[in-house]
């Protein structure tokens, strides 16, 4: 996304109206994600402010892993907990629980946004290959609640965005960070 066209939610080449806006709300938040978190090293990406916060390399984990699990649920209709490959890859990413932090232990900014960006390559080749009315279809989502794909992937946007916040929080709180 050019600078220039950051602020504009528009048509997408090869992507219907709405599945185009939601792309270019994801594409927003995500590249003042990587803004917040540029130049950040290996030690700032694993800081813990104390013992019940995450490390902002963990939270840009799970912002890849939540990410990958909508991509699973929404075009190809599965739960990607009955493959344990890809649970063994993601979950705990999207758990945040404790072996999560423990992975994205030590790795440096370019480990997290190779994988961000993988997987944002996946969403965008599959919603070139979905239409507007895909994403009004609806699903049983959290408890047996019907959810739309509009909203799902509106909510990918909305736990970026959420993480952003916490990890411009942190930044600030960083020891002897200029």
Do not use: C
Not at 4 to 30: C, N, W
Not at 62 to 89: G, I, K, L, N, P
């Amino acid at each position: 996304m050019s600078d220039d066209r950051r602020f504009i939610i528009a048509q997408k080449d090869g992507m219907t109206p709405l599945v185009s806006h939601i792309f270019t709300m994801l594409e927003y938040a995500r590249q003042t994600t990587l803004d917040t978190v540029r130049n950040l090293s290996i030690e700032q990406l694993d800081h813990m402010h104390d013992e019940k916060s995450n490390s902002i390399g963990t939270l840009l984990h799970h912002m890849a892993a939540v990410e990958v699990w909508y991509q699973v649920f929404t075009f190809e209709d599965r739960d990607w907990f009955h493959d344990e490959a890809e649970a063994a890859e993601w979950g705990d990413a999207l758990e945040l629980n404790a072996k999560a932090k423990e992975i994205a232990h030590g790795k440096p900014l370019e480990y997290y946004v190779g994988k961000l960006n993988a997987v944002r390559q996946k969403t965008l080749e599959g919603f070139k290959k979905r239409n507007d009315a895909w994403l009004m279809e609806e699903r049983p989502f959290l408890k047996e609640i019907p959810a739309n794909f509009y909203f799902m992937w509106f909510h990918v946007a909305e736990d970026e965005i959420n993480h952003r916040g916490q990890i411009r929080w942190l930044r600030k709180r960083l020891p002897n960070f200029t």
